[in-house]
């Protein structure tokens, strides 16, 4: 697997590129992907990765237990800036986290084959992320022990949760989204786990593989039920998306805080997250397939294909900068005014700085294609997208600054205990990836085999319409 | 290349002209009447403006949409790409029907219809927006919106006939190539085009979102129009076997991703966060849409707009049914003509500077409506089917000699054998 003979990123309108290399049968593609799982050493970067991605999960293990021990104090929150990092990592990872299932079910309900390469990934991402996510409001309200009080549960002292408050909007959709993505990942992956359970090697294996797989015989009425099943679940998941992070958008803009007061934030978030969210599986895609050797499925093409995304996305989320510049000006409104200029200009003008870079300038560099198809160069511009992305919600949240009230007026810095934590959550979600790598199917196995030319026999090869991309057969949505 | 009569509009063509043509020619005359009788310039302008938005959100979906199918490399769509391409075309000419205003706004007496163009009054914020809101500016702006979608929908026009000649796939990449640039050009003019022609007609309110608002509607009158064209030419016996109901099918999906659902949750957002925080300077354009008269025309768009297409297009089997999804397209057209309406029409009201409370208000709007510009007169249903004749017209027009399918296109054959199931 070191170098590819087949150029599968040339534009030819007469031929869908193959999406699938270097494979003539389903049982090579087999065993190809099962082997991630079933070699009996993984890579030695899996263990010096996981290693330090454990330490540092273990490290915001105790991070938060001094937390609970001291209080929130330990944070750098202050007065006005009441919410700091937890509420930028919240944001942060929960937009990741959105991302994984809207690519997966957005595309396949715009029928784009390449998706079964990455869908795998991006779901467990989303999985993982939210987890990241959820912990950070979770450890942030004080009283860690009656955590349970975010949910309007009845008790004898009649205390409710504000429901006009969108953190508890926040509570029902993060809720609901998480249960449907796991579902959708979990619906999704019971094949492959019935694969890997047949091939299992061992008692154990088999017993595991065996339980999650759930008797499945790959009998046509079990694929009939399955392909319903998935298809309601893409349908549920899309609009879910759409709605947890404009939920998680109004937690900024139904204040009357210049610089989260402002109309465009649902599709702007839901733009962010999908930018974010692909940069975030591009970092995780491009080491992975070249350790694994998962070229093969993770093609040039999917990663070009990704890259012309992130560009589209990383547009949109220019067009809202635009927008809000603009109309901040066009309102007339001083304070709207000023909190834009202070953004640019003010005390952190560094951090806006880094955003507009890492996520308006640097995707620019994927409109010429010998940079977009360029391992180096794209593995660059991804990583700046994620930082960018970070601090997008950095500078969002950082508007509390400079409030209506001068005297108030601070410089915010985070502690070492902020810092400790982001760095914490980033090892608790690699530490969970890379156990997902081992031990789960990594590649939708079932799906990858049915955009396979194979798949899709024509005794008497009629028309260039039933090449990989369109063709006969597609699983599609019919709602 | 010859190509068979059913790839052609041939005898249809004039029919149309003259028919739509013709028809529109009268609305425009009977509006004209009406319009003299009634005596206010000004409210005819509002009318005319409705009725104008409304046929240009058509042609402008078409061109976002013949973008995209490049942008993607689209196989399913090839065959009703022709007709997206034709509906757009119509942005060469449309730029005919600004002229009455841009007249208006020349003669300098628009103020009527563009309050920031009144600089009798002084006002602090209008003052401050003066840079952009000049009628120099806002004329400058206006020819370079239409130029540029002229030149686009132009260019993707040609090519693509130039192509049934020739059938080289030269002119697929030519497309392809400029279909990224295409698209930022287009959301840049569409963006700022809705903020000239619809938002500032309250020139002290502003919303971020309002752009996006604009292009939700867009899709909504281009994916019901795209339906109606297919419909009417599979009855005039064109097209019956390239364009299958699995076409139809994904038509209605788009149709109800975007025109239903993306227009709902955009016009929710829009709503709901002005609402919620209920500063004084963004809740004026609500006021002036949710109390009195137009409270009612808010809900009916709410539910007709979002609630009853939601539910009816849903399932597959409204989508798959040629008459049952031309049907909703004709309601979708009427629901989005309403949209346009409630987009232009409301005034905010002077009264809201003295009114005591928000009930207070809406008692003294019930008992004026014209102060919130509720006059419903005959001459906004004329006017529109005025313009709608024009545009009908010029469609048939633009695809008179071509073939109604890109013949030659690579794609063609993925999409004629494209299944959904």
């Known amino acids: 697997m070191t170098t590819l003979p087949i150029d599968n990123t040339i534009e030819d309108p007469l031929h869908r590129p193959p999406l699938v290399l270097n494979h003539d049968n389903f049982t090579s593609v087999t065993e190809e992907i099962c082997h991630v799982n079933e070699s009996p050493k993984p890579p030695m970067a899996w263990y010096v990765t996981l290693g330090i991605a454990g330490a540092l999960a273990g490290m915001l293990g105790v991070l938060i237990m001094y937390l609970i021990v001291t209080g929130v104090g330990v944070w750098g929150n202050q007065n006005p800036v009441m919410w700091g990092f937890p509420i930028v990592n919240f944001v942060f990872w929960v937009g990741i986290g959105h991302a ?42 004080g009283r860690v022990w009656v955590a349970y009080w975010l949910f309007p549960i009845p008790n004898q002292m009649d205390m409710w949760p504000q429901f006009r408050s969108p953190l508890l909007w926040d509570v029902f959709a993060v809720g609901t989204y998480f249960t449907v993505s796991l579902l959708f990942w979990y619906v999704g992956m019971i094949p492959d786990l019935a694969t890997l359970r047949d091939r299992a090697s061992n008692r154990i294996k088999a017993i595991a593989y065996g339980f999650f797989s759930l008797g499945w015989r790959g009998s046509t009425r079990h694929w009939h039920r399955y392909e319903r099943a998935y298809l309601l679940l893409a349908a549920l998941a899309t609009p879910l998306v759409l709605s947890v992070h404009s939920v998680v958008s109004f937690d900024f803009a139904v204040a009357q805080l210049p610089g989260w007061h402002t109309t465009i934030f649902p599709p702007y978030f839901v733009a962010g997250a999908i930018f974010g969210g692909f940069a975030m599986v591009m970092t995780l895609a491009i080491p992975a397939r070249e350790l694994w050797g998962l070229k093969n499925f993770i093609t040039m093409r999917h990663l070009e294909n990704m890259n012309k995304i992130i560009l589209l996305t990383g547009s949109i989320v220019g067009y809202a900068y635009a927008m809000e510049f603009f109309i901040a000006w066009y309102s007339a409104a001083p304070y709207e005014g000023f909190a834009f200029i202070n953004r640019a200009s003010g005390q952190h003008w560094w951090a806006y700085a880094i955003m507009i870079t890492c996520n308006v300038v640097a995707p620019q560099l994927f409109w010429s294609k010998r940079l977009r ?100 057969g597609d699983t599609e949505v019919d709602a | 290349m010859v190509t068979p009569d059913r790839h052609q509009l041939g ?77 757009a075309a119509n942005l060469q000419w449309l730029w005919i029907l600004f002229i009455p205003i841009l007249v208006l706004v020349i003669s300098g007496r628009a103020d009527g219809l563009f309050p920031w163009l009144d600089h009798a009054h002084h006002d602090h914020a209008l003052e401050h927006k ?115 109901l699995e076409h139809y099918q994904d038509v209605g999906k788009l149709l109800f991703g975007f025109g239903v659902a993306f227009w709902g949750y955009i016009g929710f957002s829009q709503f709901m966060l002005i609402w919620y925080a209920n500063i004084p300077e963004e809740t004026t354009w609500w006021i002036a849409r949710t109390q009195g008269p137009w409270r009612t025309f808010t809900w009916l768009l709410f539910i007709g707009h979002f609630c009853i297409p ?56 019930e008992s004026d409506p014209a102060m919130v510009g509720f006059t419903p007169h005959l001459m906004d249903v004329t006017c529109l089917l005025g313009l709608l004749g024009l545009l009908v017209a010029g469609t048939a027009y633009q695809l008179r000699r071509c073939s109604l399918i890109p013949v030659r296109d690579p794609r063609l054959s993925e999409s004629l054998a494209f299944e959904n199931m």
Not at chain 2, 311 to 327: E, P, Y
Not at chain 2, 349 to 363: I, K, R, Y
């Open chain 1, 100 to 141: 994984g299932t809207l690519i997966s079910a957005i595309l396949f309900l715009f029928r784009q084959r390449w998706r079964t390469a990455i869908n795998r990934f991006a779901e467990a991402m989303t999985i993982f992320a939210v987890i990241c996510a959820g912990m950070f409001p979770g450890i942030h309200i």
């Open chain 2, 11 to 87: 005898a249809v063509a004039p029919r149309v002209i003259r028919l739509a043509g013709g028809a529109g020619l009268v609305a425009l005359a009977i509006t004209i009447v009406l319009a003299l009788v009634d005596g206010d310039a000004t409210r005819f302008f509002r009318s005319y403006l409705v009725a104008l938005l409304f046929v240009l959100t058509i042609p402008l979906g078409g061109l976002f949409f013949t973008i995209v199918q490049h942008l993607t490399r689209a196989g399913w769509s090839v065959a009703l790409r022709r007709l997206m391409e034709g509906l």
């Open chain 2, 310 to 365: 939601f539910v009816v297009l849903i399932t597959k089997h409204t989508k798959r049914h040629r008459i049952v999804i031309a049907g909703i397209a004709v309601y979708m057209l009427v629901m989005h003509a309403l949209d346009m309406y409630w987009l232009v029409m409301p005034l905010i009201p002077d009264a809201l500077h003295h009114a005591t409370s928000l009930q207070a208000l809406g008692n003294e709007i």
């Open chain 2, 130 to 244: 003066a840079p952009y809101l000049n009628a120099g500016f806002w004329i400058v702006r206006a020819i370079l919106f239409f130029g540029i979608w002229a030149f686009l929908s132009r260019f993707f026009f040609r090519n693509s006939v130039a192509q049934d000649a020739s059938g080289d796939v030269r002119y697929t990449h030519a497309m392809q190539r400029l279909a990224p640039v295409a698209m930022i050009m287009y959301a840049l003019t569409q963006t700022f085009a809705a903020f000239d022609w619809a938002m500032s007609l309250s020139p002290h309110w502003f919303s971020t979102i309002f752009g996006v608002y604009f292009f939700a509607g867009t899709c909504c009158a281009f994916f019901s129009s795209l339906i109606l064209l297919v419909f009417f030419l599979q009855r005039q016996g064109k097209l019956e076997n390239e364009v299958t």
């Open chain 1, 373 to 472: 198809t360029n391992l180096w160069v794209m593995f660059v511009v991804v990583m700046m997208v994620n930082i960018g992305m970070w601090f997008e919600r950095f500078v969002i949240v950082l508007s509390l600054e400079q409030d209506f009230l001068p005297s108030s007026w601070a410089y915010f810095k985070p502690t070492w205990v902020d810092l400790g934590m982001l760095a914490g959550s980033f090892g608790l979600f690699l530490t969970l990836f890379l156990l997902f790598i081992r031990y789960l199917p990594v590649i939708a196995i079932a799906e990858v085999k049915a955009i396979m030319p194979e798949a899709n026999p024509h005794p008497h090869g009629h028309g260039a319409g039933h090449g990989p991309d369109h063709g006969v």
